[in-house]
């Protein structure tokens, strides 16, 4: 089981960039996918969710600050998080997760992680 992460970037503030999470090994139609970022000196923090709501249904959930500016999605076996009018605190470490159940803003419970990639917002 694998997630891969990749399209991070820099970026000059107000840019986009669009992440990719390409999992593979099973099945991740009905987990839980999760990005989250962690920034230097800071705790990974929720960024954006899918959450299976059964047939081709998924919900969406974002942290606050990036609500109206990125946008999760997924295919079959790929998340993506597009993201737009980036701004210099969005720069971290971006990682995508996979979790079968439970709540999906907690770090802790996500059973995969990709190995991150980089996103670099410039002022």
């Known amino acids: 089981v694998q997630l891969q992460a990749s399209g991070g970037g820099t970026v000059q503030a107000g840019g986009s960039l669009r992440l990719s999470c390409a999992a593979s090994?099973?099945?991740?139609?009905?987990?839980?996918m999760g990005w989250f970022r962690q920034a230097p000196g800071k705790e990974r923090e929720f960024v954006a969710a899918?959450?299976?709501?059964?047939?081709?249904?998924?919900e969406a959930f974002y942290i606050d600050s990036v609500k109206g500016r990125f946008t999760i999605s997924r295919t079959k076996n790929t998340v993506y998080l597009q993201m737009s009018s980036l701004k210099p605190e969005d720069t971290a470490v971006y990682y995508c997760?996979?979790?079968?159940?439970?709540?999906?803003?907690?770090?802790?419970?996500?059973?995969?992680w990709g190995q991150g990639t980089q996103v670099t917002v410039s002022s």
């Open positions: 997760a996979a979790k079968s159940s439970g709540l999906y803003y907690a770090a802790g419970g996500y059973e995969y």
């Open positions: 090994g099973r099945s991740f139609s009905s987990d839980i």
């Open positions: 899918l959450v299976w709501r059964g047939g081709n249904t998924y």
